[in-house]
Nanobody
């Protein structure tokens, strides 16, 4: 099993940056694909980015219902630290959501494809 804990959320002004962390327990973290998702109030949980188990491959949502993150967000991981990251730059008010990290054995984008989830961290971007 893998337990995930997100941190790094908070309140930031539009145009600002945040780095989210996803700390994993267990010795098998390096075997899993890690994905970041977000969920705004009243909205469905949506895919943001994922990274392969080795960190050598990344994939981003080109357009998340009109709120593109590609080019602004960067996903990375450090398997030696059992941690994944989401660097978020040029934040916009529409990026406001609870951000979740999740782990999967497959490189998928659907939330249903992820086996383990963190509790989420709130990101609020003020205009």
């Amino acid at each position: 099993q893998v337990q995930l804990v997100e941190s790094g959320g908070g309140l930031v002004q539009a145009g600002g940056s945040l780095r989210l962390s996803c700390a994993a327990s267990g010795r098998t973290f390096s075997r899993y694909v890690v994905g970041w998702f977000r969920q705004a109030p009243g909205k469905e949980r949506e895919f943001v980015a994922r990274i392969s188990s080795s960190g050598g491959s990344t994939y981003y949502a080109d357009s998340v219902k009109g709120r593109s993150v590609k080019g602004r967000f960067t996903i990375s991981r450090d398997n030696a630290k059992n941690t994944a990251y989401l660097q978020m730059n040029s934040l916009k008010p529409e990026d406001t959501a609870v951000y979740y990290c999740a782990a999967s054995t497959r490189p998928v984008v659907a939330p249903e494809g992820y086996d383990y989830w963190g509790q989420g961290t709130q990101v609020t971007v003020s205009s």
